[in-house]
């Protein structure tokens, strides 16, 4: 057994509550032979950044980070978020605004929901947005309901409760992608480091399935660190969010997840947003 192997691992995940239901076990040694775990909370800004520059050696990571990072990082098959009708909105403070030449807030340029918007303006918005404001995602709704940016994309809970801030709803970037390629959506990613090894890397993906498995069979035993780390959000709206972003994606990618994340990143290739992918850099150990 390698040191790499005897010592916790460095993980990195967010504090949102399909994140801690889905590592609940795992964090909290209930998975047996599953690895012990030194868990850092960070928002997926944070952690693609976290990525780039090589720290940790589990990240949950936004897939646009993924050409960026593959040479360091492998993709797990599970543990990640892809789905149906969950993509990021765009929101406007008056209904059908025009958004050509607009100020619109993002939580990221390296985010998945951010290829998601410039793909879809690439095929709605023919003379493009104006300035891109990257915030805080949870600063978005206050930002667009102000009037300090003429649209915000939001991701999260925030497709829930963006009414509570008197905002629209001009377009579902998932409805798009969904419509346009007929794939699920891909959100975010779960990476560890090659260097772990073959064997350590499987063992880990096992792992991170069976804390799945075991937080659809007792999803009450996740309840206190879901709610413990939800930044005070309603149970019901908590339940919305694991029941969208945790599904049988997250136990195993398969042909249509892998299919939904080469499609994206390699549009967004083509759109000049990220480098091309290598053929086998989505393969997994």
Known sequence: MTTSEQQPLQIAYSPCPNDTFVFDALAHGRVDGGPALDVTFADIDITNGMAERGEFDVLKVSYAVLPYVLDEYALLPCGGALGRGCGPLVLTREPAADLTGCRVAVPSEKSTAYLLFRLWAADTLPGGVGEIVVMPFHEIMPAVRDGKVDAGLVIHEARFTYQNYGL???ADMGEHWELTTGLPIPLGAIIAKRSLGADALRRLAESVRTSVRAAWDDPEASRPYVMAHAQEMDPAVADQHIGLYVNEFTAALGEDGY???????????????VPALGPRALAFP
């Open 168 to 170: 629209h709803k001009l």
């Open 259 to 273: 299919a939904a994340i080469r499609g994206l990143l390699t549009r967004a290739a083509a759109e000049g947003l």
